[in-house]
């Protein structure tokens, strides 16, 4: 089924009023901003990695209270146990049963902040959750409601106290996000504007969950034909046989490629994904999956060298995003 310039055009609307409210907390950081709601609409999870202070828990919780729909923060520390975000059963002396009492990993929105400041097994108690949508705890399955988006944040892992994730955790992240430093006009901008207290007190939400699982739906109708299929298996296979690589892009990486690159055709305006909506979203799907060779790493090569080569490499097909 296709996708109308009707629904395209309130798509777009849609996305642009969500991005506009974010944007009134975190000035100047516009394509992060985008990815994160693109992540949403994909049906991914985000993991937005920087150092400390600039604005990576604001930026979750500002895209939270944009949408009408729960939201929970967990609050990552050493002695975080998994019952602790999964939820525990509780003897019910009254009615002689367990009684499920859900954690917070039960809502629409999910953020876990600082998360690598806990233990890796705490840290896989979200695997479940963020792959099937559902967890299970004493051999009961809890289905998670939709839309679910699990924003991550956490400082560089060379930090002091922070565990790195697990690969098996990272490749469940559709996007790793950066913030970076504001420019020295919209840091002006925020010592002005965030005088008196922050802007987030202000935000009001502009979107009902109906309205996400709206967008998502026609994400999902967004066409791609099976030549932009072939270059996304093209871009998946190079990092598998790159010499500067130890570990490559899984299965998982393309299906998330052409995830996001619909909803970047769908943000553009066109019900078909071109080969530049791939380009586009590859480093940030990509850039957390890939880990370099120990001589790579040594010699200072960034994954995002390796990623630009990549790109640059493989034969793009031949069609262009419509003007």
């Given at each position: 089924m296709t996708v109308s310039a009707t629904e395209l055009e309130a798509f777009g609307r849609n996305f642009e009023t969500i991005t506009a409210n974010i944007e009134r907390v975190i000035q100047g950081k516009r394509q992060t901003v985008e990815r994160l709601v693109m992540c949403l609409l994909s049906g991914g999870h985000a993991l937005i990695e920087d150092v400390p202070g600039v604005g990576k828990t604001l930026l979750a919780k500002s895209m939270a209270r944009s949408i009408d729909c729960s939201f929970q923060r967990i609050q990552f520390t050493p002695d975080l146990l998994p019952s602790d975000i999964t939820g525990v059963s509780v003897w019910d002396r009254d009615a002689s049963t367990f009684t499920f009492r859900p954690g917070p990993v039960f809502a629409n929105v999910v953020l876990g902040d600082e998360i690598n400041r806990a233990s890796p097994k705490t840290q896989s108690a979200l695997l479940e959750a963020m792959e099937e949508h559902h967890v299970t705890v004493d051999a009961t399955t809890h289905t998670l409601a939709e839309p679910f988006i699990v924003v991550a944040t956490q400082n560089p892992i060379e930090h002091e106290g922070t565990y790195p994730l697990p690969e098996a955790q990272l490749d469940r992240f559709m996007m790793r996000l950066s913030m970076g430093y504001p420019s020295r006009e919209k840091e002006l901008q925020m010592l002005d504007t965030h005088a008196?207290?922050?802007?987030?007190?202000?935000?009001?939400?502009?979107?009902?969950?109906?309205?996400?699982?709206?967008?998502?739906?026609?994400?999902?109708?967004?066409?791609?034909?099976?030549?932009?299929?072939?270059?996304?298996?093209?871009?998946?296979?190079?990092?598998?046989?790159?010499?500067?690589?130890?570990?490559?892009?899984?299965?998982r990486a393309g299906l998330n490629l052409q995830r996001a690159g619909r909803t970047r055709a769908a943000v553009a305006g066109r019900d078909f994904v071109a080969p530049d909506d791939i380009k586009s979203v590859a480093p940030a799907v990509l850039n957390h999956r890939l880990i370099l060779q120990p001589e790579a790493h040594m010699r200072g090569l960034a994954v995002q060298e390796v990623v630009d080569s990549i790109l640059n490499s493989t034969p793009v097909p031949g069609m262009r995003a419509k003007v």
């Open positions: 008196d207290g922050s802007t987030y007190d202000d935000i009001k939400p502009v979107l009902h969950a109906q309205d996400v699982l709206e967008m998502a739906a026609i994400v999902r109708r967004i066409h791609v034909s099976d030549e932009v299929r072939s270059y996304i298996v093209d871009i998946a296979d190079a990092t598998r046989g790159h010499h500067e690589l130890l570990l490559g892009a899984s299965p």
